[in-house]
Nanobody, 114 residues
Framework: VQLQASGGGLVQAGGSLRLSCAAS????????MGWYRQAPGKQRELVAD???????NYADSVKGRFTISRDNAKNTVYLQMNSLKPEDTAVYYC?????????WGQGTLVTVSS
């Protein structure tokens, strides 16, 4: 399984970015797709994840600002990030959890300037 993430970049506070992550080589079945992030000097934390059926789960820090979605036909998960804050600056990683194994993407850097 390979995960290819894209969409990171530099944005001013209050701006928006959309991350995408396409999974290849994954078998059909139920699995979670999600996004984690790791800021410098901090532990990796869950941002949001979503079930195959489309049920999302968000970290409290991003509720109301970020929206996760997925296209099962394309094995792709998206993260729409609005009203970005400097504290959202981090490397964002996509993840697939098959409930047996976890797979990680390479990470994409999001930098929010104040």
């Amino acid at each position: 399984v390979q995960l290819q993430a894209s969409g990171g970049g530099l944005v001013q506070a209050g701006g928006s970015l959309r991350l995408s992550c396409a999974a290849s080589g994954i078998m059909r079945g139920e699995y979670l797709m999600g996004w984690y992030r790791q800021a410098p000097g901090k532990q990796r934390e869950l941002v949001a994840d979503i079930t195959s059926g489309g049920s999302p789960n968000y970290a409290d820090s991003v509720k109301g600002r970020f929206t996760i979605s997925r296209d099962n036909a394309k094995n792709t998960v998206y993260l729409q990030m609005n009203s970005l804050k400097p504290e959202d600056t981090a490397v964002y990683y996509c993840e697939v959890d098959t409930y047996v194994t976890n797979y990680w993407g390479q990470g994409t850097l999001v930098t929010v300037s104040s």
